[in-house]
Nanobody, 117 residues
Framework: QVQLVQSGGGLVQAGGSLRLSCAAS????????MKWYRQAPGQQRELVAG???????NYADSVKGRFIISRDSAKNTVYLQMNSLKPEDTAVYYC???????????WGQGTQVTVSS
Protein backbone atom coordinates (compact mmCIF):
# COMPACT_ATOMS: atom_id res chain seq x y z
CA GLN A 1 0.00 0.00 0.00
CA VAL A 2 1.21 3.46 -0.89
CA GLN A 3 0.72 6.58 1.20
CA LEU A 4 1.21 10.17 0.12
CA VAL A 5 1.85 12.73 2.85
CA GLN A 6 1.62 16.42 2.05
CA SER A 7 3.24 19.30 3.89
CA GLY A 8 3.40 23.05 3.45
CA GLY A 9 0.52 25.36 2.72
CA GLY A 10 -1.11 27.84 5.06
CA LEU A 11 -2.07 31.50 4.99
CA VAL A 12 -0.17 34.07 2.96
CA GLN A 13 -0.80 37.58 1.67
CA ALA A 14 -1.30 38.23 -2.00
CA GLY A 15 2.03 38.41 -3.78
CA GLY A 16 3.64 36.00 -1.37
CA SER A 17 5.03 32.52 -1.87
CA LEU A 18 4.45 29.05 -0.49
CA ARG A 19 5.97 25.66 -1.15
CA LEU A 20 4.07 22.41 -1.03
CA SER A 21 5.66 18.99 -0.68
CA CYS A 22 4.26 15.51 -1.16
CA ALA A 23 6.22 12.41 -0.21
CA ALA A 24 5.27 8.87 -1.12
CA SER A 25 6.05 5.81 0.97
CA UNK A 26 5.26 2.13 0.85
CA UNK A 27 5.71 -0.50 -1.84
CA UNK A 28 7.22 1.61 -4.60
CA UNK A 29 9.31 0.38 -7.51
CA UNK A 30 9.09 3.73 -9.27
CA UNK A 31 6.78 6.67 -9.88
CA UNK A 32 5.55 7.77 -13.27
CA UNK A 33 3.55 11.00 -13.36
CA MET A 34 3.30 13.32 -10.38
CA LYS A 35 0.60 15.98 -10.35
CA TRP A 36 -0.90 18.72 -8.25
CA TYR A 37 -4.61 19.48 -8.23
CA ARG A 38 -6.66 22.05 -6.35
CA GLN A 39 -10.26 22.42 -5.36
CA ALA A 40 -11.85 25.68 -4.29
CA PRO A 41 -15.16 25.73 -2.39
CA GLY A 42 -18.07 24.97 -4.67
CA GLN A 43 -15.81 24.21 -7.61
CA GLN A 44 -14.55 21.07 -9.31
CA ARG A 45 -11.06 19.77 -8.67
CA GLU A 46 -8.70 21.06 -11.35
CA LEU A 47 -5.25 20.09 -12.52
CA VAL A 48 -2.64 22.69 -11.56
CA ALA A 49 0.61 21.14 -12.72
CA GLY A 50 2.16 17.84 -13.70
CA UNK A 51 5.61 16.38 -14.17
CA UNK A 52 6.56 13.15 -15.88
CA UNK A 53 9.27 10.71 -14.87
CA UNK A 54 11.41 12.30 -17.56
CA UNK A 55 10.96 15.76 -16.12
CA UNK A 56 8.53 17.20 -18.65
CA UNK A 57 6.14 19.64 -17.06
CA ASN A 58 2.75 21.13 -17.83
CA TYR A 59 0.76 23.85 -16.11
CA ALA A 60 -2.73 25.25 -16.04
CA ASP A 61 -2.87 28.56 -17.84
CA SER A 62 -3.89 30.28 -14.62
CA VAL A 63 -0.58 29.42 -12.90
CA LYS A 64 1.92 29.53 -15.76
CA GLY A 65 4.88 31.73 -14.94
CA ARG A 66 4.03 31.74 -11.22
CA PHE A 67 4.11 28.09 -10.10
CA ILE A 68 6.93 25.60 -10.53
CA ILE A 69 6.55 21.85 -10.16
CA SER A 70 9.61 19.73 -9.47
CA ARG A 71 10.42 16.25 -8.24
CA ASP A 72 13.08 14.35 -6.37
CA SER A 73 12.67 10.82 -7.63
CA ALA A 74 15.21 9.46 -5.16
CA LYS A 75 12.99 10.71 -2.35
CA ASN A 76 9.69 9.89 -4.09
CA THR A 77 8.72 13.50 -3.54
CA VAL A 78 7.05 16.18 -5.62
CA TYR A 79 7.11 19.89 -4.90
CA LEU A 80 5.02 22.87 -5.92
CA GLN A 81 6.64 26.25 -5.56
CA MET A 82 3.93 28.89 -5.68
CA ASN A 83 4.97 32.48 -6.26
CA SER A 84 3.06 35.72 -6.79
CA LEU A 85 0.05 34.15 -5.14
CA LYS A 86 -3.38 35.59 -5.77
CA PRO A 87 -6.60 35.33 -3.75
CA GLU A 88 -8.03 33.14 -6.52
CA ASP A 89 -5.32 30.57 -5.76
CA THR A 90 -7.10 29.86 -2.47
CA ALA A 91 -8.05 26.18 -2.44
CA VAL A 92 -7.27 22.79 -1.00
CA TYR A 93 -4.31 21.40 -2.91
CA TYR A 94 -3.86 17.68 -3.55
CA CYS A 95 -0.97 15.70 -4.93
CA UNK A 96 -1.48 12.63 -7.09
CA UNK A 97 1.04 10.03 -8.20
CA UNK A 98 1.05 7.10 -10.57
CA UNK A 99 3.06 4.56 -8.61
CA UNK A 100 4.68 1.41 -10.00
CA UNK A 101 3.51 -1.30 -9.47
CA UNK A 102 0.28 0.29 -10.57
CA UNK A 103 -2.72 -0.19 -8.28
CA UNK A 104 -4.73 2.90 -9.09
CA UNK A 105 -3.37 6.39 -8.64
CA UNK A 106 -2.57 7.53 -5.11
CA TRP A 107 -3.70 10.85 -3.62
CA GLY A 108 -2.40 13.00 -0.82
CA GLN A 109 -4.58 14.09 2.10
CA GLY A 110 -4.94 17.67 0.87
CA THR A 111 -3.59 20.88 2.31
CA GLN A 112 -5.27 24.27 2.60
CA VAL A 113 -3.75 27.27 0.87
CA THR A 114 -5.35 30.61 1.68
CA VAL A 115 -4.27 33.84 0.00
CA SER A 116 -5.54 37.05 1.56
CA SER A 117 -5.96 40.26 -0.40
Amino acid sequence: QVQLVQSGGGLVQAGGSLRLSCAASGRIFGIDDMKWYRQAPGQQRELVAGITSGGSTNYADSVKGRFIISRDSAKNTVYLQMNSLKPEDTAVYYCRMTVIPFNGDSWGQGTQVTVSS
